[in-house]
Structures are given as C-alpha cells and as structure tokens.
C-alpha cells in the first residue's frame, strides 16, 4: 500500500470522535415547521474539513447513521442517512481540499461548507420527494406541500452549519497542529 495512502491511528481515532459528536450533537434539536432543527450538519461539515473527504464522510454518515438506528428508523432508511451525510462530509472536504491539502484560507471553508450543506440539502429533498410521491403514494400536491414544509428548516440548518462550521474549523485547527496531532493526522505534509 502507498504510505501517502494509509490511514493512521489517529485519523482512526478522529473519525470515532467526530461520528460520536455528530450523534450527540444530534440528540440537541428542536422542532420547527414539521422538522427538526439542529447542529450535527456543522460538525458532519467539520468532519470533512478536518478529515478530508473519506475519512470526514465516513464520520459524518455513521455518527448520523447510529443516531438514525437508535431512534428506530428502519434499515433504509438509515442507510439513505449514511449515504447523504456521508455525501455532505466527502463534498465539503473534496472542495476544501481540492489542490492543497493545507489551506486554510476562509474563502475556501466557506465555499465548502456551502456546497457541502446544499448537496445534503438537495439529497434530503429528494428522499422527500421520492417517499412521498412513490413509497406513501401520495398526490403531487400534497408532496410539493410536504417538500415545501421540509426546505426551510432543512435551509435554516444548512445556513447554521455553513456559519458555524468554518468558525470551528478555524478554531480548532490551530490547536490540532500546535498539539502535534494535525501533523500525525497528516504525515504526507
């Protein structure tokens, strides 16, 4: 195996750490317009600044997966949450670090965590659309209205995690290289 392709202990160890943060994060929301607001989508967002594309998706959709079969969801639909958290993390992350592996410019963050929420967004919406229209049967009406209901909560946690992500990762990115960790993380640099 390529060395510039292992996967250390301790992205091992992160990747624990940020699906046990999502999954608690998780667990603090509230309701709003038949929905529930929250901040795991900032940390599923950190998790790929912070991890990169894989590793961070791979945070992202089991901390969001495990919450997901702890509240009883069925199979699939824990799996559909795995895939587009995931899908979030590994967006952000490819973005962030497309060409340079240790920017830590605010423009990039914030372009990533941009797109990375939107593209939940648009995968949330579409789960939407699809059970309501063929899984329930629903009318079209009536899933537009269903669909509707869910875009402005699902907006206004893309909006709280786009804001709130980039201020984390800069946060906490300065600690993880003055402790030594970001470069065990990242021993290619």
């Known amino acids: 195996m390529n060395s510039n392709k292992r996967i250390n202990i301790y992205t ?25 607001v929250h901040f795991a989508n900032a940390v599923c967002l950190l998790s790929g600044m912070l991890l990169g594309p894989v590793p961070g998706g791979i945070a992202a959709g089991l901390g ?9 969801y069925d199979l699939i639909n824990v799996l559909i949450t795995f895939v587009s958290k995931f899908a ?9 670090y497309w060409k340079d592996r240790s ?25 939407t659309y699809i059970y309501n229209r063929f899984v329930y049967g629903y009318p079209l009406d009536a899933v537009g ?3 509707m209901s869910k875009l ?13 992500a980039p201020i984390f990762y800069h946060a906490v990115l300065p ?12 021993p290619q640099e």
């Open 12 to 36: 091992i160890v992160f990747v624990g750490v940020l699906a046990a943060m999502v999954y608690v994060v998780t667990l603090f929301r509230f309701p709003l317009l038949g929905s529930k």
């Open 64 to 72: 969001s997966a495990i919450y997901d079969a702890f509240g009883g």
């Open 88 to 96: 979030m993390a590994y967006v952000c992350g490819k973005i962030l």
């Open 103 to 127: 920017t830590t410019r605010l423009d990039r963050t914030l372009l990533s965590s941009v797109i990375g929420a939107l593209t939940y967004v648009a995968l949330y919406m579409l789960k």
């Open 145 to 147: 209205v269903t669909v």
């Open 152 to 164: 402005i909560p699902s907006l206004i946690n893309a909006g709280a995690a786009i804001v709130a």
């Open 175 to 186: 600690a993880l290289k003055a402790g030594g960790i970001w470069a065990k993380m990242n």
